[in-house]
């Protein structure tokens, strides 16, 4: 017995960047990633997850105070904003779904990625950097160039994520 392909009332189906499909209400809000009958695992992000899944605090904050966000719905600088950079990226790679509307996932936005959910964590820590290198470049604050500049010197994207990602396994807290 196959189950009908678009099921009212089931939550909405995601045609996957590798050409499977995935019911949006298997995923949950402490999955990081899914093991895809494609062979592949999949990241899973939820618009509900704090961008220091992925990105220390510190760089979270100079995000804040330093990229202007026009949208009125997402005041703050945060995870969306993340995955707005990866999808102008890798448009081909990501693929998301308005479920604010569907009350079992407890989330606003759902993406999933082409990529597993380590290398889409250095992509966007790489992407962060760009931005933000190019951000603080036009900075008129002294302060904020110089503290990002000494940070950044010792920054090293695959280690970080290698640390960071170990260190977050240690945490109770699901996200990554
Ligand atoms: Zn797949």
């Known amino acids: 017995m196959s189950e009908p392909s678009v099921p009212g009332g089931r939550g909405a189906v995601l045609d996957l960047p590798c050409g499977e499909t995935k019911r949006v209400r298997e995923l949950d809000l402490g999955k990081r990633e899914f093991d895809c009958p494609c ?7 939820m618009d509900v997850h704090p961008p220091d899944r992925f990105l220390p605090e510190f760089l979270v904050e100079i995000l804040q105070e330093t990229i202007e966000t026009t949208s009125d719905d997402m005041p703050e600088f945060g995870t969306a904003h993340l995955m ?3 999808l102008e990226e890798f448009p081909e790679a990501v693929v998301s779904e308005d479920v604010s509307e569907d009350g079992e996932l407890g989330a606003g936005i759902v993406w999933v990625t082409d990529f597993d959910s380590r290398r889409l964590h250095e992509i966007i820590v790489e992407l962060v950097v760009e931005l933000m290198e190019h951000a603080v470049s036009h900075a008129d604050d002294d302060e904020v160039v110089s ?3 000494s940070k950044m010197l010792q920054f090293d994207v695959s280690e970080f994520v290698d640390q960071y990602r170990a260190q977050r396994d240690l945490d109770p807290e699901p996200y990554m």
């Open 147 to 149: 503290e990002f500049e």
């Open 39 to 45: 062979g592949d695992s999949h990241a899973v992000v």
């Open 84 to 86: 707005g950079i990866v």
